[in-house]
């Protein structure tokens, strides 16, 4: 199945700096995947291109434990408008870090104590 989302990605139609049809297959490129190169962090990297922008890369890695690994560090361009030199960037990402808060609304309206609502939020953010 790998193969088949490759294949259709590596078939370009469209030129968008351009802005005018284009018609390049590059296909065959592409579908180089064998079931021995294919891993998970193959997989998260092929569903971080075909799903990107889409709001899936954190529950990914939080659900195969790989955020971070995966996501610790970064490379950007630089802070200023026209500054394309990369730099590094790194975050702490914690345990507790792959349970999201659970949101201050809801806990408010539970009927409880709020000693309970204090352990009932999740861990490393009371």
Known sequence: MVNVLRARAGKWRWDNNGNKAKAED???????????????DFILAERSREFYAEGYRWFDLARTQKWAELAGSFEICGPTKGDHTPVKYTRDIQPFHYLRPIPQGQLDGM?????EKKAYQNPGYN
């Open 26 to 40: 590059r296909s065959a490129e592409m579908m180089a995947a064998t079931p021995t190169t294919i891993d998970i």
């Open 111 to 115: 009927e409880l104590t709020a000693d």
